[in-house]
């Protein structure tokens, strides 16, 4: 199946502090992708869709301002945490979705980024 | 919007025994029905999906069934291994466009040596 990569696989930060998370898929384009959220022993929450070229759209209860997301290009979209407080600790999953109109495509998963905000 | 449900929240099984997870889901436009298998720590695998125009999909030890006139499907594992513990989530969305997966809650499955 499709390859999507996530970097870092974990960060720890300080209070205060931005972090940065790439999503990149390996081996097609993805022209959406999805930000996911997960806390311990829960599912995923989605926090945005994000479209190449476009704003991202953000799902209710989610601060834009504070999720920065940004899909510059088919096979890279980033999640910058702004000013991270230890609320914002959690378990960060990317998606990407190849859109090729009118057929059914696949989401794949990255394998997560951990974030603990001290 | 989609709401999807997803029972149980756990299962445990013994070694060779066959465990069902079953999903209901809320939104008559949603076609697609991916099962997504998470390890401790790690992102969700694909391990099989279903349209709509198929009842049944099968892939080894895995099947999916799909009633699509009362929305629901369900995860058949058979001949289970201890290296089938996780958990499992069930997801819906439409087909096409650019729509995300709506997950189920998620079941721990624990399968007993």
């Known amino acids: 199946g499709a390859v999507v990569s996530q970097h870092p696989s974990w960060v720890i930060c300080k209070s205060g502090t931005s972090v940065k998370i790439e999503c990149r898929s390996l081996d097609f384009q993805a022209t959406t992708m999805f930000w996911y959220r997960q806390f311990p022993k829960q599912s995923l929450m989605l926090m945005a869709t994000s479209n190449e070229g476009s704003k991202a759209t953000y799902e209710q209860g989610v601060e834009k301002d504070k999720f920065l997301i940004n899909h510059a290009s088919l096979t890279l979209s980033t999640l910058t945490v702004t000013s991270a407080h230890p609320e914002d600790s959690s378990f960060y999953i990317c998606?990407?979705?190849?859109?090729?109109?009118?057929?059914?495509?696949?989401?794949?998963f990255g394998p997560g980024t951990r974030l603990t905000v001290l | 919007g989609e709401n999807v449900e997803q029972h149980p929240s756990t299962l445990s099984v013994q070694e060779g025994d066959s465990a069902v997870i079953k999903c209901t889901y809320s939104d008559s436009a949603s076609n697609y029905f991916p099962w997504y298998k998470q390890e401790l720590g790690k992102g969700p695998q694909l391990i099989i999906d279903?349209?709509?125009?198929?009842g049944e999909k099968k892939d080894q030890r895995i099947a999916v069934t799909l009633n699509k006139t009362a929305k629901h499907f369900s995860l058949h594992i058979t001949e289970t291994q201890p290296e089938d513990s996780a958990v499992y989530f069930c997801?819906?969305?439409?087909?096409?466009?650019?729509?995300?997966?709506?997950f189920g809650s998620g079941t721990r499955l624990q399968v007993q040596p």
């Open positions: 998606s990407a979705k190849a859109f090729r109109g009118g057929s059914t495509d696949t989401q794949y």
């Open positions: 997801a819906a969305s439409p087909a096409t466009g650019r729509r995300a997966l709506t």
């Open positions: 279903i349209r709509s125009n198929v």
